[in-house]
C-alpha cells in the first residue's frame, strides 16, 4: 500500500521561503527515483526537481538556483527547499514516486502579496 503525503504548502510572500515535505508509506523508498511536479491553473503539470537514490539531483530551469531537493531516506521522507519565492511559483505541488508511478495529494502553494 503505497501512499504519499506532502505537508507545508501555503499562502507566502514574494521573496519568502518554504520547505514541502512528502512522507512515504511502503518499502523501497531509498532505492526509489523521486520527484516534485508542479501544476498551475491552465497549465500543464511540470517538472520541478526530482533525486535518486544516488542524491543526484536536477532541476528546472525556472527554480534552479533557488530550490533544493533532498531525501531523509531513514525517514522515507522527500523534501523540496524553496527561496526566493515568487508569483509564478504558485500552483499545487505533487510528490511523485517515479519508480512506482505513484503520486501524491498534492499541497497548494500560493505566492501573493
Known amino acids: 500500500q503505497v501512499q504519499l503525503v506532502e505537508s507545508g504548502g501555503g499562502l507566502v510572500q514574494p521573496g519568502d521561503s518554504l520547505m514541502l515535505s512528502c512522507a512515504a508509506s511502503?518499502?523501497?523508498?531509498?532505492?526509489?527515483?523521486m520527484g516534485w511536479h508542479r501544476q498551475a491553473p491552465g497549465k500543464p503539470r511540470e517538472l520541478v526537481a526530482s533525486?535518486?537514490?544516488?542524491?543526484?539531483?536536477i532541476y528546472a530551469d525556472s527554480v534552479k538556483g533557488r530550490s533544493a531537493i533532498s531525501r531523509d531516506n531513514s525517514k522515507n521522507t522527500l523534501y523540496l527547499q524553496m527561496n526566493s519565492l515568487k508569483p509564478e511559483d504558485t500552483a499545487v505541488y505533487y510528490c511523485h514516486d517515479l519508480s512506482t508511478g505513484s503520486w501524491g495529494q498534492g499541497t497548494q502553494v500560493t505566492v501573493s502579496s
Open positions: 511502503g518499502s523501497g523508498f531509498s532505492s526509489h527515483v
Open positions: 533525486i535518486t537514490r544516488n542524491f543526484a539531483a
